[in-house]
């Protein structure tokens, strides 16, 4: 399949493009690279993807990047519908993978525009695209984040997500139900992914995992907010993306026919991780005693976040099975070879 495959130069987006091509299907990867964390750590995951900085930040509609092992690269906002639909009308999708958007929840209370014009304006500049253009399947990222303060664990699809407490978890609720109504009214399949913490190997800088490590190797304070009294689902990167990919395949001609076209999961690891047991397995891994800054819990953070994944499970038999001290392992490798080793 002819695959668009949007954040291609962010966490998950990175993982699941390089996936993809490695099975055989042309991916066309999309970033607009903005500074919300340090560029150079997409370049660099762009480089893994055969695509140099310079190259990278020079490819546009009229200069696309050449095919290496399967994967281009153009750099565009998906704000800019003339130029995404230009790229549509080009390319000729068969399958829309959308993992682009503005992340974080703390930093959305700071800059809520980036978020709308990003998470709401953007994914609408894709479903008017998908619509226009006959795309069979979009699949899109959608969040832990919109279960807000739900008691009931561990969160179901089903429950009511109607009280986000961040403008991120309202706009990702906001994707989801602008999904369904694109898929009633015009009739191609739409899958959200609720995603749940995500960590591993080529990490966003600002997730607990790589803001943990890299102050524990400074020989900084760890911020622990809630006092350390938070859980989380981690769950490792290749869990994640192995589930995406195989939602990204699926024949979606039997849902087609059934009139069975709006779907939403969650993704996550099955289980609940309390935040210091996580801390406790970086230290183990370092070899390092970390210095804790107890501090009260945020705004917009929840306590606790646990995935009921069985319907992933009875559909696509998505198995995540990574251990939280082997996934712990695998990022401060790649940290320590990334960044170099502590002076």
Known sequence: MKILVTGAAGFIGFFVAKLLAVKGHKVIGLDNINDYYDPLLKYARLKELGISKDSAEKFNLLTSSQSINNFSFIRLNLENQEELSALFEKEKFDVVCNLAAQAGVRYSIENPQAYIESNVVGFLNILENCRHFKIKHLIYASSSSVYGQNS?????????VDHPVSLYAATKKSNELMAHTYS???????????????YGPWGRPDMAMFLFTEAILKGNPIKVFNHGLLERDFTY????????????EEDVSLRLEKGDLYKLYNIGNNQSVNLMDFIAAIEDTLQIKADKEMLPMQPGDVEKTWANVDPLI?????????????????????????????E
């Open 314 to 342: 009875k559909d696509f038999d998505y198995r995540p099975n990574t251990k939280i001290s082997d996934g712990v392992a695998k990022f401060v490798k790649w940290y320590l070879d990334f960044y170099g080793h502590k």
């Open 237 to 248: 990167i290749d869990d994640i993306t192995e589930g995406v990919v195989r939602v990204v």
């Open 152 to 160: 009931k664990i561990p969160f179901e699809t089903t429950d009511r």
């Open 184 to 198: 009633h009214l015009f009739g191609f399949s739409t899958t959200g992914l609720r995603f749940f913490t995500v």
